[in-house]
Each structure stands twice: as structure tokens, then as C-alpha cells.
């Protein structure tokens, strides 16, 4: 089966192509990208006015299944994916059961064979439970297929814990995700801590309860030589720390939400509880921050930390409603829009923080346009405008709060090994 995607813009920061270009597809690969490509076997797309891309990889989503179904599954998860432009999702293991041994980890996959649309990678827990006691056998975690470990939603409390999870992980360049996030302080609280909450009558959490654990998990980083990932970095002085410890060579890698470059604090002002997620939207001083380090290497990825949830967990008082953001069908157009029209990220940034960054920090061989690398593409049309809609989602979760907002610049087509699997935001695979 052949795809000719004929004259779009190709981005492809892997290779350092930034080219009106021609895209063969072959058998589920990548077989040649050049100027003008003449073959009358396949079926043809005309890409012109578009951005063809390596396909997106999100490394920081929640599908939720096993354990969760009524918030999300696999397979509306990878329809929400496949709809937002993403080629490759890696799965957090807070489910139930928990992701913590070969053979959930298994089931996870085959059910992403069976009624997944885009390449899921499954990421096992840190601890057995993720209760944060006993480490996981993370050597069988490795052989059925995780890429990572986390124990994402349950941060690490025990530092000796996180420093052997470390020292396991190192043997198999296992990246080792941290949430980071000292509980002591962030206890109870809603939003950020500073004069919006005080204002708003809603109890904080401060920036150091994420930047305490940020600076736990480079010192033990450094100590140990291992990789550490620090998930959905939201403050400026977290930023400052893994600028720092990159510089003097510690292995360490971070993410950033859509959420976090593009709102702040003071919209909870509504108290719309889809305003409501962990780590909290922060101020705009923080905003500032992020953005400025998106620029200059110290973040390596966007991730969406996609968390589905089902309407009685958002359709409540804040201080009861669940932390999380629906991501995955939003955070293209939040970004194009948001950041790229707005001249703050140009596009082989932005291809390279959705698809090269994230491959990169894990390790996979995803995320490029190679000639014989699996034909993973997103293609964008920068000029495509709509709304956000969740009752239209795939997801499940329509916790967003970028509902109603008109947006430019959205995934078109998403093709994965060879695929076409959505386009123009809708399914075209069953
Ligand atoms: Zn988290």
C-alpha cells in the first residue's frame, strides 16, 4: 500500500528540513522525502497550504483503562489522540489495578492492539501499588514493554525510595517521571498560592511545594548519574534548577503542559472547576518563565497530562471537583494558536517539542521523518479555525477549559504506521 503526500511544508527537525516537499509511504514506512516525487501507484494527498510533520508523541497521558473505564479507555483515548495529532501516547499506570507489574502492562498493550488507533507505550509505576513502599520488579516492567517508570499522582515521598527507584531504572535507561510535589504543602489546596487564591477565598498551593521536590530529584540525579524526568514543570524556579543542573551535565529532562503556557491563575476567578488541575495553573510571572525556557533547550517536551474525567467529578464545588484537564484534542490548536501565531515559537520548535523532544527524552525511535522509519505523520493546517467543542471530543473527559474558544491552526491529517487514522478531526478507521 502505497501514500504519496503531495507539496505540503515538511518540518522534520531530525533532519534539519524545513521544505516544500513530497512524502512516499510505503508498507507502513517512510520511503522518500523529496522535491517532487512522481509515482502513479499510490493514493495521492494533496498537502498544499499544510505542515507535514513527524507524527506527535505524548509522553504524559491517562487512558484510564483498566479500572476507570467510565472516565476514559483505551479506545476512546486513542481516538481523542488520533483526532488531536497524535501518532504515539504513553499511558501513566495510575490505573486499577496499577500498572506496577508484566502483566498489566500486557494486557495494556494488546487491548491497544486490539481497540487502540495510535502506538501506545505503557509506562510502569515506580512502587508496587504506587503506594509508594516497595519498589516494582522494574526488569519485568522493561520485558513487557514499558518505557518509562512514574508513580505520576502519587509523588515519591520517600527519598530513599526515589533514590533506589534511580539506581534500578539506570540499569535499563529506564527514565524515571517524577511528579513533583511535596504534599505537606500542597495539602488541601486548589489553586496557586499567591494573590489570586488569597483574593478568590480558595486555599493555595505554593510554588516550592513543587520546586522542593524538583531540587530532591536533581541532587539524587546528579548523585546516582541517572535520568530523571520531571513531569508538567509549572514554576520559574523549578525552570531555574533543571537549567542549572543541565548545564553541569546532570541527566535531566522536563515537560511542559499546554495548560501551563497559556493560562494563569487568575481565570479561576469564574471558579469553573475545569480551571482546576495539578500542579495548579500559576501566575503570570510563571507563564513568562515557561515560555522563555521553551526557547532555549531547558524544556524538552510539551506533554498534555490528558486527564479524562467524568462529569460528576467536575460538575461540583471547586473544592470538591477532581484535578485535571482533558488534553489530547486540544493542546495542537492551544499551541499553534496560542504561541506559533503569535510569533512566540516558530514551527521546527514546535515540531520538535510534540514529536522529537518526547522520543528523545524517552529514548524511541519516533518523532522523524527518516527515510525506513515507520510512516508516523501529523499533518496541520495552519490556517484551519474552530471552536473547541467537547461535546465533539472522542475523549470521554469534556473537562477543558478552553471550551468555546476559537482556535487556529489544527491537526488535519494523522497517519500512523501507514495509516490514515483521522482526518480533518474525524475518524476515518474503525
Ligand atoms: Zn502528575
Not at 487564591?197 to 541517572?226: C, F, N, T
Not at 484535578?323 to 504561541?339: C, H, N, W, Y
Not at 523532544?357 to 495552519?382: E, H, N, R, S
Request: hydrophobic share 40%; glycine share 8%.
Amino acid at each position: 500500500m502505497k501514500l504519496l503526500i503531495k507539496g505540503g511544508r515538511v518540518v522534520d527537525p531530525a533532519n534539519d528540513i524545513d521544505a516544500v516537499m513530497d512524502v512516499l509511504v510505503e508498507d507502513g514506512l517512510i520511503s522518500a522525502v523529496e522535491v517532487n516525487i512522481l509515482d502513479r501507484e499510490g493514493t495521492i494527498i494533496d498537502a498544499s497550504g499544510k505542515i507535514v510533520c513527524p507524527g506527535f508523541v505524548d509522553i504524559h497521558v491517562h487512558l484510564r483503562e483498566p479500572g476507570y473505564e467510565y472516565k476514559e479507555n483505551i479506545a476512546t483515548g486513542t481516538r481523542a489522540a488520533a483526532a488531536g495529532g497524535f501518532t504515539t501516547v504513553c499511558c501513566m499506570p495510575n490505573t486499577d489495578p496499577v500498572i506496577d507489574n508484566a502483566a498489566v502492562a500486557t494486557f495494556v498493550r494488546e487491548r491497544a492492539a486490539k481497540s487502540g488507533v495510535v502506538n501506545v507505550l505503557p509506562i510502569g509505576s515506580i512502587s508496587k501499588a504506587q503506594a509508594g513502599q516497595e519498589l516494582t520488579e522494574m526488569a519485568e516492567l522493561v520485558a513487557a514493554g514499558c518505557v518509562a517508570v512514574s508513580d505520576d499522582g502519587y509523588p515519591v515521598k520517600d527519598a530513599s525510595l526515589m533514590r533506589h527507584a534511580l539506581e534500578y531504572a539506570k540499569m535499563f535507561d529506564l527514565p524515571v517521571l517524577s511528579h513533583c510535589e511535596e504534599s505537606s504543602l500542597s495539602q488541601d489546596g486548589q489553586m496557586h498560592e499567591g494573590y489570586f487564591s488569597m483574593l478568590y477565598g480558595l486555599k493555595g498551593i505554593p510554588a516550592a511545594a513543587e520546586e522542593i521536590m524538583v531540587s530532591r530529584d536533581i541532587i539524587l540525579s546528579e548523585m546516582i548519574d541517572a535520568h530523571v524526568h520531571i513531569c508538567h514543570v509549572s514554576t520559574r524556579g523549578s525552570l531555574e534548577m533543571i537549567r542549572e543542573a543541565k548545564a553541569r551535565g546532570v541527566k535531566v529532562t522536563c515537560e511542559v503542559t499546554p495548560h501551563h503556557l497559556t493560562l494563569t491563575d487568575e481565570l479561576v476567578g469564574d471558579y469553573d472547576t475545569d480551571t482546576k488541575v495539578n500542579p495548579p495553573l500559576r501566575s503570570r510571572e510563571h507563564l513568562q518563565a515557561l515560555r522563555q525556557r521553551l526557547l532555549d533547550g531547558t524544556i524538552d517536551c510539551i506533554a498534555t497530562d490528558h486527564a479524562p474525567h467524568h462529569v460528576e467529578s467536575k460538575d461540583c464545588e471547586y473544592e470538591l471537583a477532581a484535578f485535571g484537564i482533558s488534553g489530547l484534542e486540544t493542546a495542537v490548536a492551544v499551541v499553534m494558536d496560542k504561541l506559533v501565531s503569535q510569533g512566540l515559537l516558530d514551527m521546527m520548535q514546535m515540531v520538535d517539542l510534540f514529536a522529537l523532544g518526547p522520543a528523545d527524552v524517552l529514548g524511541i525511535y519516533k518523532g522523524t521523518l527518516d527515510v525506513g522509519a515507520a510512516a508516523d505523520i501529523t499533518i496541520i493546517d495552519p490556517e484551519l479555525t474552530r471552536v473547541v467543542e467537547p461535546s465533539q471530543f472522542y475523549s470521554k473527559g469534556k473537562n477543558t477549559p478552553f471550551k468555546g474558544q476559537t482556535l487556529r491552526g489544527w491537526p488535519w491529517m494523522t497517519i500512523v504506521n501507514g495509516i490514515v487514522v483521522a482526518s480533518d478531526g474525524k475518524m476515518v478507521v474503525e
